[in-house]
């Protein structure tokens, strides 16, 4: 059999083009989420790049050139020589002695875009990896061939050696992977493809495994989803706008010109059109803090969007394994590329940015809960009437459960990046919990998800409840045909709660599509 070329096969759609220049972050998703392969590109310069490199590494250890990790033990046991006849074995003991990761497994898209990661990062040309190396590693993605990646065991610092050891298992055709819905040796998916498992050159093991790629293609996923749930935090915060009567000047451009915070005017323009037509006569002179601050709140996810997306795309576009090898000017680097600093911040700043984003929904969702402080609304916002609405108890369950959704997501929110601990005897002593810091920004945009499902479904409420209200106190209320269609969207999950009924599954369908990013909501600029 042989080594299967990165082009030749037709399980994705399209293609990413790799070497070629920078990725974004919409480039690793739409791979790891929308069936797009890779391929690497055929410029004479990029192919060129990749075998000086590997060509120069060859020639190093044939004059009996020292290179860490090549012919010398890795970590601490880098002043350790290996005898030459032994050198090809190394890397095959780096990857198994570090399977030993535990968790959960990374899910497909995940995954994915793991894989995009490293494969980019390799594709830099510092690594002296060979051409083979990056075709196999296509074909791993191009065929959906997905290792079976646990989530814990790296502390972001030698990379993520442990779980990027489950990559390299695969390419050399061991341990299991995922294929069409099923986990499998990885040795029989590979037969079954007519894929040979590749040799790892002596550095390859290393330049797979020595790497940031696993919090990098988290990162890019928790910066998608952030990005979503801060527009849709925009639409509810309209929505519970006219269902509590609010004041629109609350959002008025000439306010915001005065604080000039990007964000925070986008998050605010949002809401101020969303609410066009609704300037009735004010309850309050001012809304309580959760409407009327809003996009004080969001704007900081909007403005610190925008400097992750650098973080994180530089990190994507760099190569970061030890030691570098620059193949044309023929020097071996050695350094700490492997250091996840930048994306650990970013993922730390994140979490915490997205739990004030469901301590906002949870207390708007109080208010429109609580008939002391919605304006006129139903208790709890039972649809019920008559002498049925005495027992019927409508969203106060779900208000409940979205403050301890909150609570939990806040309790997260304790930085992953100042717990260094000092590992692999003392070699290893400052190091960056990067992919613990991105998992723990997946956790908590998993609970505010479900935070933002609730609310969705409680402002849909409301806002039907008010607009029912056409008593002689109450302004009839006008909804811009946006808000319309968007209610319209969410009662083809979750029609109008009159009677109490289990609202679980509805809860988990909508809670799926805010990670879908289902809903169009405002233009991307």
């Not at 065929?143 to 990379?159: K, M, Y």
């Not at 390299?168 to 040795?187: D, H, W």
């Amino acid at each position: 059999m042989q080594s299967i070329s990165a082009q030749s096969d037709s399980s994705a759609t399209l293609s990413i083009e790799i070497g070629k220049g920078k990725l974004s972050i919409e480039d690793v998703l739409s791979v790891a989420f929308n069936n797009k392969g890779v391929a690497l590109s055929n410029h004479p310069a990029f192919k060129e790049r990749i075998k000086r490199g590997a060509d120069f590494l060859e020639r190093l250890l044939a004059n009996d050139g020292i290179v860490y990790g090549v012919n010398t033990g890795y970590g601490d046991s880098c002043t350790v020589m290996v005898p030459s006849h032994l050198v090809a074995e190394l890397p095959l003991h780096l990857t198994r002695y570090h399977g030993c990761g535990l968790g959960e497994y990374l899910d497909d898209h995940e995954t994915l875009a793991v894989l995009v990661c490293r494969l980019n990062s390799l594709a830099q040309g510092y690594s002296g990896v060979r051409w083979e190396l990056l075709a196999q590693l296509s074909s791993l993605i191009n065929f959906r061939i997905l290792p079976n990646i646990p989530a814990e065991g790296s502390v972001g610092a030698s990379g993520d050696l442990t779980p990027l050891s489950y990559v390299a298992a695969a390419l050399i055709g061991e341990r299991e992977v995922r294929y069409t819905g099923k986990t499998c040796p990885t040795s029989e998916v590979l037969a079954s493809l007519g894929i040979a498992p590749i040799t790892l050159a002596p550095k390859e093991g290393l330049a797979i495994m020595n790497g940031t790629a696993v919090m990098t293609g988290l990162a890019c996923i928790a910066w998608q989803r952030a990005h979503y749930l801060s527009k849709l935090c925009c639409r509810l915060t309209a929505l519970a706008s006219i269902a509590l009567r609010g004041n629109r000047g609350h959002f008025d451009p000439r306010l915001f010109a005065a604080k000039p915070h990007a964000g925070q005017n986008e998050a605010a323009a949002w809401i101020y059109d969303d609410l066009c037509g609704n300037d009735v006569e004010e309850i309050r002179l001012q809304d309580r803090y959760s409407i009327r601050c809003a996009p004080h709140v969001i704007g900081v996810v909007r403005d610190a969007l925008t400097w992750m997306r650098r973080d994180i795309e530089n990190e994507l576009n760099s190569a970061n394994d030890n030691p570098l090898i620059d193949g044309e000017n023929e020097l071996v680097l050695h350094g700490g590329h492997f250091y996840g600093g930048h994306i650990a911040f970013a993922m730390d700043s994140l979490k915490t940015a997205v739990a004030n984003l469901a301590d906002l929904m949870d207390r708007q969702l109080a208010l429109l809960v609580d008939s002391k402080y919605n304006h006129g609304l139903p208790q709890n916002l039972s649809g019920s009437t008559g002498e049925r609405a005495a027992i019927n108890h409508g969203f106060k369950a779900v208000q409940i459960g979205a403050s301890a959704w909150t609570a939990e997501a806040l309790k997260l929110t304790m930085p992953a990046s100042v717990f260094s601990r000092s590992t692999e005897c003392h070699n290893q002593d400052k190091v960056s919990m990067g992919t613990i810091a991105a998992r723990d920004c997946l956790r908590v945009l998993e609970l505010t998800e479900q935070v933002a499902a609730a609310m969705t479904l409680a402002a849909v409420q409301g806002v039907t409840l008010r607009q029912a209200m056409v008593d002689s106190d109450d302004s009839p209320t006008y909804l811009p045909a946006n808000l319309q269609a968007f209610m319209q969207r969410v009662r083809a999950y979750s029609p109008f709660l009159d009677e109490d009924r289990a609202l679980e599954m509805e809860l988990r369908e909508v809670t799926q599509l805010i990670r879908a990013g289902h809903w169009e909501l405002y233009p991307d600029d």
